[in-house]
């Protein structure tokens, strides 16, 4: 019986994982592997780590969990794949189903034949269109030449001042790698209004923002980058000027997406999507049966929306080529779509969501509504508690839960919720499910009422009219900015965690203790907007009860309390009152 030959285009991700499993299933296919690259089979999520000095050396991305170095020899020897590295796949004849390639070092050329293809070209860089991209000290770190290069430089002392176009993930990432280990002056530019947009919201991504610039980052939010310069005669290497300033830097990356490499496949005749990537069905099959394609260069369907969406990670990559792997060798596996699982590391901060933020939720066309929620991950009295900050995206008629986001200091515990709720997505669970999830308990890993169940709880009541919340945007607006007399926050905390606001804000500032508020109804302003506050929104909650149940209108309560303003730098105080810990939505 003749052998089953394959071809694998791309070696990064996808590639391995598929050509292994298939060799694993079906140990006498003949797998061919190219990439036109010379490094193979690489963590390219592990470059900004390589850059900050997390991981000392480049060729730990490149080895297995054993210290092997996947090299083609490595895959050769150990997995019975060829890889042909240097090598350019130029187009695909379907009819005569052949690959021509071309070797970069000689330049030969040859046609490569399969009986089925796989195609796992992945993604590039977004070039901006601006004059100065081609500028040697110009870089989109999203490989490991680009990598090594950026290392060099700043190792060899050529770089004092760093520019990173775009706060995504990746400019995240890079301002930590860049200003924490080697203590570069670090720039952020960034577009939108804030960092991570379409990531977060407003209110977590204010903390995130607070969190970055706290460690000596300079954020410039609303710009855009419009040219960059070689600077002839300063100590800088460079000049760059924005929508709204001249800027000077030694080195700048650029971390503004991806789009996927589809112009191979699309070449080949093959149905590819209006925003360029490589449409394929449950089985990651192309519109050629015998052609599949995953990775980066693909479209795959959003499990919340029903739409597809470009969705670009290493971990979908690895779970798409096992599937590819299983069909190829006759198997029937299928993969059926994302809910959008992110998490990114920003200094001492772990962010991570899954499915639809609130903004997103909107523009989608759901009535959605949003709860946040401030509690410890762990039983408030075990010694390594951290505040954990949750916010849920519900959509107000169906009930359905459309996504969760948060940020915390205790990575593992955020990771975890994040996780459990992004497992329920894909079946459209309701908020039922979230405030009587079954969470594992034990002090030094959750608290018995956990953040999870005062999340679900919170959000109920909001649903429910019986909460009544203001975001810190709405906060900072109505507030902070009007600074109006017709506005008074009531903090219903202990009189020494008020007494700073009340000696900031005087008569706007009021202090009524929750426990004591039964007794001093008429204390409480009848002619102006009141907004609760407490530390975290427990109390505060409690207070609109109370006053509701007394017939005051118009109140709302702070969302996240004093937590959420002082760790999103709403109001910094350089006093620092004692904030109560392990408090959540009740």
Known sequence: MEKKRVVVIGAVALGPKTACRLKRLMPGAEVVMVDQDEYISYGGCGIPYYISGDVSDVKELMATSFHMLRTPQFFEDAKGVHVRPRTQAISIDRRGKKVLVRDLVSGKEEELPYDQLVIATGSRPNRLPIPGMDLPQVFSVTNLHSAIAVKDRIAKGEVSKALIIGAGPIGCEMAEALSDLWGLETTVVEIASQVLPGILDHNLALMVQKHIEDRGVTLLLNESVQEIQPMEGGESALKIRTSQRTLDA????????????????????LNVSP??????????????????????????PNLITGKSMHFPQGSLANRQGRVIGTNLAGGFATFNGVVGSFTVKVFDMAVAAAGLCLQA?????????????????????????????LQLVVDRKTRRVLGIQGVGENGDALVGRINAVAALLPYRPGLDDISNMEVAYSPPYASAMDIMIALGNTAENVLDGLNRPMGLEEFEECFLKEEGDDVVCLDVRGPANAAPFVERYGDRWVNIPQETLHRRFDEVPKDKKVILVCNSGARSYEALRQLEAQGFEGIKNL???VA??????????DEEDAAEKGKGGE
């Open 275 to 300: 925003r360029g990537a490589i449409v394929v069905n449950r089985r990651l099959q192309t519109s050629d049966p015998d052609i599949y394609a995953g990775g980066d260069c693909i479209e795959v």
């Open 559 to 561: 969302e996240g309390g």
């Open 250 to 269: 030694d080195l700048v990356i650029t971390a503004v997406g991806v789009q996927p490499n589809s112009e191979l496949a699309k070449a080949a005749g």
């Open 361 to 389: 939720a909107k523009r989608e066309g759901y009535d959605a509504a949003s709860a946040l929620v401030i509690q410890a991950d762990r039983a408030h009295f075990y010694p390594t508690q951290s505040l954990m900050h």
């Open 564 to 573: 959420a303003v002082k760790k999103a730098g709403v109001i910094r105080m």
